[in-house]
């Protein structure tokens, strides 16, 4: 619809990558960052040592087990508490060889290391000033005082396949992304049924949430060093707005940290597990049960970090809203419906117009989003 009366908004004139950024910096001898990186003061919290989350790994495997038994048992319990408490954990045996999980992190690598002129054959501006959610660069930038995150990032749409925009996708990463995906998505459909069991549900409830249109999303994020990790994210704290989310992280080098009880951990990572992040999604279809977690990437001022994780999310289209099993008079329903594009959205609108200057302000965003919170009873 054309505004009447008023001009079209001008976009922010497009930002330098921030390894371009960031080596330009180390060229000159630069140890500082530019004002629109600074989104916490310089305090003891931030160059503070976090305790180590003590998220549980779950055997794929023996959680999977046909005729059930004592080792399913204490892989499920460890699955329910890890739903329950920390809404993310480690899973092991996962069917999923290293030699291709080494693969995709390797060729990942490879595309970020190359000039950037090549880098730039798959941007995600168009004409130079137009964001779009799919290729490479920045996170979209909605005005010029936004706080911005030491990341850049690939992002592709890999499901459904048929609408894979493959001139983004590098070369390099074809082969290898399209095996992953697969590999992963037999995974999340073992995962979900198990979920499903932990609310007394049938097997295959939440598979059959997603439909036809379900889509899933790849990012890959690379954290070059940062002179300044007091004061600068590698990203922000947020939630994810997925179902479910299946990252890979860099097995040398820390930094993502979850929040629970208004204490920030350190997640552990151990080569060749992934790490299973439930989504906003999952939360309120669960009316609360499972939880979405605050997390956050801080910086490192030594070492490059890369992560690689898959956004599964329901069909778009498709309304979602805490399952009538799980309600009752001791148990009200905590979100209303909602139809998942408009969910995303406008989480995703919330997050470009706070400044989240201060990691507090994460639950503050959170507390204020209608769909998530109008219908809690205090």
Not at 314 to 329: A, H, K, M, S, W
Request: proline content about 6%.
């Amino acid at each position: 619809m054309e505004r009447t009366g008023e001009e079209e908004p001008r976009p922010p004139p497009p930002l330098l990558p921030v390894q371009e950024l960031a080596a330009r910096q180390g060229a000159a001898g630069d140890d500082d960052v530019p004002a629109r990186y600074v989104a916490r003061a310089n305090d003891a919290e931030a160059t503070a040592a976090a305790a180590a989350a003590q998220v549980p790994v779950v055997d794929l495997g023996r959680l999977c087990q046909s005729a059930g038994g004592e080792s399913a048992a204490d892989e499920a319990a460890g699955l329910r508490s890890a739903l329950q408490s920390w809404g993310l954990f480690l899973v092991a045996n996962h069917g999923i060889e290293a030699s291709l999980m080494d693969a995709v992190m390797e060729a990942s690598r490879e595309f970020f290391r190359q000039p950037l002129e090549e880098k730039q054959k798959h941007t995600n501006m168009v004409d130079g000033l137009h964001f779009q959610l799919e290729g490479y660069g920045n996170d979209r930038v909605a005005s010029e005082d936004q706080v911005l995150d030491w990341c850049d990032r690939l992002y592709l749409k890999v499901e459904p396949q048929d609408e894979r925009n493959l001139a983004l996708w590098p070369a390099r990463l074809r082969d290898v992304l399209h095996e992953f995906t697969a590999k992963c998505t037999t995974l999340k459909d073992r995962l979900l049924p198990e979920m499903a069991k932990l609310l007394e549900l049938d097997d295959d409830y939440f598979g059959n949430q997603f439909g036809d249109k379900a889509d899933t999303y790849a990012r890959f994020s690379y954290y070059p060093p940062c002179p300044r990790p007091d004061l600068v994210f590698g990203l922000k704290p947020h939630s994810d707005a997925s179902f479910i989310s299946l990252l890979m992280v860099d097995s040398s080098v820390g930094g993502l940290q979850v929040l629970r009880d208004g204490v920030w951990y350190d997640v552990p990572t151990k080569p060749h597990t992934l790490l299973i992040n439930l989504g906003d999604q999952m939360e309120i279809m669960s009316n609360g049960i499972f939880k979405s977690p605050v997390h956050r990437v801080v910086t490192n001022a030594k070492k490059e970090r890369l992560s690689v994780v898959l956004f599964y999310s329901v069909d778009p289209e498709r309304e979602i809203q805490p399952v009538g099993r799980l309600i009752d008079e001791n148990h009200p329903a905590l979100y209303k419906k909602v139809k998942v594009k408009e969910y995303v959205a406008g989480l995703y609108d919330i997050s470009l117009k706070e400044k989240c200057t201060l990691e507090t302000r994460a639950m503050e965003v959170f507390a204020k989003h209608e769909w998530r919170f109008s219908n809690r009873l205090c």
